[in-house]
């Protein structure tokens, strides 16, 4: 299994294989999912003090708060993918 990198702005990094979803901040329910994560201490606050316009889900619980749209995270999500698969044809 390789291991794939996904930039979510300002030198930040996160893997993934283990992203499970990528959401917009607005909702009700993302942020309650974002306080619980707080009071879990699962909360990766990625955004350098900017707003957060996106919030990466991770398959091990945690949630990171990116500035950055989700599309963005997203296309770089499926460039990366793209990349990979051309490396393995």
């Known amino acids: ?9 300002f030198g930040n990094i996160v ?10 901040p607005e909702s009700a329910p993302i ?3 974002i306080t619980d994560a707080r009071d879990r201490n699962q ?7 900017r ?13 990171v708060l990116s500035a950055i749209q989700p599309e963005t995270v997203a296309n770089r999500f499926l460039s990366s993918k793209e990349l990979h698969n051309s490396e393995d044809s």
């Open 1 to 9: 299994m390789d291991i794939r990198l996904i930039n979510i702005g």
């Open 15 to 24: 893997s993934a294989n283990r992203v499970i979803a990528i959401v917009s």
């Open 31 to 33: 942020k309650r999912i």
């Open 43 to 49: 909360l990766i606050d990625a955004t350098y003090g």
């Open 51 to 63: 707003r957060t316009r996106a919030v990466i889900v991770t398959d091990s619980g945690h949630v």
